[in-house]
């Protein structure tokens, strides 16, 4: 089945600098990647995603990139503010949806 | 259009106790799966469902059963208790698989096993 590795597991950053969170999958067949937002106490909320007829997507603050080669992808989220900070989920899907163990995203002020 | 409900949102079983965890959705969905979330571990498939009448197992599976009668509901089976299946738990649903689309999360289920 389908394996996702997610890095960092935790990682701060300064407000205003970027933050980038990498993933990799196994299984080339996975054709479909999200990633979710999740605060404490609170469900996933997906906040972009990609497809893999594309390479990158961009939406305001948030990119992410995706390389089908080398079966790896990355969110980017640039001018980094307070409330970014939450664990970001990364995952990958043909049929069923595989997550990745979590980074968490602190932004010192 | 409530999205993903489901019921309860607090449990406390006693450890060879069977429950049901409730999952409803209002958004015509076929797709729809239960992950369970550990610290450290993310989020791990437990059963899914590609539509009524059909469902199949995921990452963890023991311990845990499902059915699809309708398109709406897909309830999660416990059906004896242990302390290993403490957790949050939470029901998904989508459009369709694979690059269908996103998937909805329901606000969860935290369920302790004593």
């Known amino acids: 089945g389908e394996n996702v590795e997610q890095h960092p597991s935790t990682l701060s950053v300064q407000e205003g600098d970027s933050a980038v969170i990498k993933c990799t999958y196994s299984?080339?067949?996975?054709?479909?990647f999200p990633w979710y937002k999740q605060e404490l106490g609170k469900r996933p909320q997906l906040i972009i995603d990609i497809r893999s007829n594309v390479g990158e997507k961009k939406d305001q603050r948030i990119a992410v990139t995706l390389n089908k080669t080398a079966k790896h992808f990355s969110l980017h989220i640039t001018e980094t503010q307070p409330e970014d900070s939450a664990v970001y989920f990364c995952?990958?899907?043909?049929?069923?949806?595989?997550f990745g163990t979590g980074t968490r995203l602190t932004i010192i002020p | 259009n409530a999205g993903v409900t489901q019921t309860p949102k607090f449990q406390v079983l006693k450890t060879g106790q069977s429950m049901t965890l409730q999952c409803a959705q209002d958004?015509?969905?076929?797709?729809m799966s239960w992950y369970r979330q550990d610290p450290g571990m993310g989020l791990r498939l437990i059963h899914y469902s590609v539509g009524a009448g059909i469902t199949d197992q995921g990452e963890v599976p023991n311990g845990y059963n499902v059915s699809r009668s309708t398109t709406e509901d897909f309830p999660l089976r416990l059906l004896s208790a242990a302390p290993s299946q403490t957790s949050v738990y939470f029901c998904?649903?989508?459009?369709?698989?694979?690059?269908?689309?996103?998937?909805?999360f329901g606000s969860g289920t935290r369920l302790t096993v004593v």
């Open positions: 995952a990958a899907s043909q049929e069923k949806l595989t």
């Open positions: 998904a649903s989508s459009a369709s698989t694979g690059d269908g689309g996103g998937y909805t």
């Open positions: 299984d080339s067949a996975s054709n479909y």
């Open positions: 958004m015509n969905h076929e797709y």
